[in-house]
């Protein structure tokens, strides 16, 4: 899958970024967070349990959109839209992970772990040194410097919550990965 954005507009959430419709973005976070309520994983019966439900309009749950905060709603979404539309893409990028021996769904970091790796890959092919300042998970600035002439520089900065929190993962990796030099 391959998702185009503008990195200056990035939303604070990922699913309004991954999915077309407000409509799929709410049944997204619904997944997710059943889910998360049944320790990160579904068996297979308790993933179709869920699109059925879905398809029947019998699921009721509360969601984050604004209109609806803090009210039970009844949610109806199609069977067979749900996996092509929902499920598919999420297991394609990494945000759930299907095991074909226990016939489960989990919940997946594999998503964030490819972004930082091509986060690393693209900052290992940059000559300029580069520095990340992240503040409260919230602004980020991003400083590339010339070593060959320090005032030769590109200072990014961003008040975006979703990419500050991605920049400090990566900070946090390459801190991780650091050997002493004495």
Avoid: C
Avoid at 42 to 56: P, V, Y
Avoid at 60 to 88: A, H
Avoid at 116 to 132: K, N, P
């Amino acid at each position: 899958m391959v998702i185009l954005f503008d990195i200056f507009n990035l939303p604070e959430d990922i699913f309004e970024i991954v999915f077309a419709t407000n409509q799929q973005k709410i049944i997204a976070k619904v997944l997710v967070k059943a889910m998360k309520n049944n320790e990160n994983s579904f068996t297979k019966t308790e993933m179709s349990f869920l699109a059925t439900q879905l398809h029947e309009g019998k699921y009721v749950t509360e969601i984050d959109e604004p209109q609806y905060k803090g009210k039970k709603v009844r949610l109806s979404y199609n069977k067979r839209q749900f996996y092509d539309r929902i499920l598919t893409p999420m297991k394609s990028m990494g945000l759930i992970y299907y095991d074909l021996y226990k016939k489960t769904y989990s919940l997946s970091d594999r998503f964030n772990k490819e972004l930082l790796e091509s986060r690393a890959d693209v900052a290992a092919g940059i000559e300029e040194a580069l520095r990340i300042f992240v503040q409260d998970n919230k602004k980020a600035v991003i400083s590339m410097i010339n070593p060959r002439d320090s005032r030769d520089r590109v200072i990014t900065y961003f008040e975006h919550g979703m990419f500050a929190k991605i920049l400090a993962k990566y900070f946090d990796e390459i801190w991780n990965k650091a050997e002493v030099i004495r």
